[in-house]
């Protein structure tokens, strides 16, 4: 299901493959595969679609060049700007060209002014895969940004030049990369198409696996978010339950002035189909919420937390009331989801860390990266450049399921399984939306969902939610957190109704 391989992994299978293979087989059907995916975008008369190709020096130009030479034949006008580099190239390579030269392509030299000047209906960026070392500067960069301004589609082939494939980073520092519309990737789906950068870059991909056989592909321990990872938990419901029936959640948190993070938390678990909600507050509790009545409000300090599954953080702040609630509730007994202010306390605190890592209970932590960061003690920048190791070092060592939130959530086990989320938008940029999730996990924690499970389907329906608002045309801008929860529940239901048993 959606395996993700890192640049390591897609070597080994290549060159397995490439030793059962003629020479040059493999390059010949990614060049297949490229000028198929570029068909698909070009308009109906081939004839009179103006392909501008980049083919880089290494072998990701050669694929270029072997696209080029299919487009050529099936009647497209293609120009290639050929960068042969100053290191030997391989014979695959070296075959690539001489089709390519065979071909009607035009090779010619254009400055980035002159590619701006034309009108194209494609670009094929064959710059750099999985080989690309170090920034994009100087001429390359100048190429790149030219090729971003133009208003035509961009199929970046294996990689968007400047990417790189296993984190989703910009090549840096200051580096560059293209912003391609289409990515068709070989061999197997790469983790830095779908997180950081990676979405902004790769735009929708697609996969080409080269006919190569599946057992050269070990298992994977990196995948995309997928319902069938947590729909066996679906459940429909039986007419015969009660509120009992659907557990407790207690939100910890919303100290003076930050009343509504717990509130909006509350509200999602309330939702998202809790029989109960507790909104605990740390300092002064409102007697009720007035747009939901349903939910109980109460001081954390008079709270037992051993009676519902916790979501601690929401606006928790940090002073010695809020330190002392985030204390009790990792003593307690109960399923726990450490959010915001709550994780910031516990960056603080090694003595926290420790209660924490003594707990028989499932936890779940839903840092931002600057959370993250803090727990682990390295900059934004050390997190943002590879966001599944730090997602997986900070599941070891909080002994938790892990979601480091941002562009392409990454989700991780203390044993290593790593998935990247594939929904949701920047309609989720917001105020708010962090405490949304924290109450729809906490949700289907008391609802008895196991915490990995709990944490994937959270974040799925999260995104699906602010995805539905888009669709409907409520977004990216303006969405607020609060509209996210009717549209959680409408997702939830829906995702019942097609896979629940
Ligand atoms: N091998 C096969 O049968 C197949 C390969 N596939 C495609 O190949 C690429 C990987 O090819 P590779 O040659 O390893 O790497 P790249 O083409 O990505 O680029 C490497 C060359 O680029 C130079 N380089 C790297 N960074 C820069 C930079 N910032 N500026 C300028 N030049 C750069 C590098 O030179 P060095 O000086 O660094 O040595 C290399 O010359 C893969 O992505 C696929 O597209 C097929 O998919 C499958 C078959
Ligand atoms: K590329």
Redesign the pocket.
Known sequence: MNPLYTVAEIRQI?EAA?RRLPEGA??QR?GQAAANAALDLLPFSTSRARVLVLA????????ALEASAHLAFAGAQITILHFA?G?PT?A?REQALQRARGSTAKFEELAPAAIAAQEWNLVVDGL?????????EGA?RALVDAVNALPCQRLA???PSGLDADSGAIVGPDGAAVRATHTIT??GDKPGLHTCDGRDCAGAVQVAR?DIEPTLFQSSRQHLNDVKFFSRHLRARRHNTHKGSYGNVAVIGGARGMAGAAILAARAALMSGAGRVYACFAEDAPAYDGAHPELMCRLAGDFDMDSAALAAGPGLGTGPAARAALARAIGSGSPLLLDADALNLLAAEPALQAALAERGAPVVVTPHPLEAARLLGVSVTVVQADRLSAARELAQRLRAVVVLKGSGTVLATQDGHTVINTTGNPALATAGTGDVLSGLCASLLAQGWPAWEAALAAVWLHGMAADVLVTEGAGPIGVTAGELIPAIRTALNRMVQHHAR
């Open positions: 290549e490439a493999l390059m990614a880089g020096p290494g072998n990701n130009g050669g694929d580099g290191q391989s695959e750099f895969g999985i080989g690309l070392k170090r920034p994009l390359m082939l294996d990689v070989f061999i080269l």
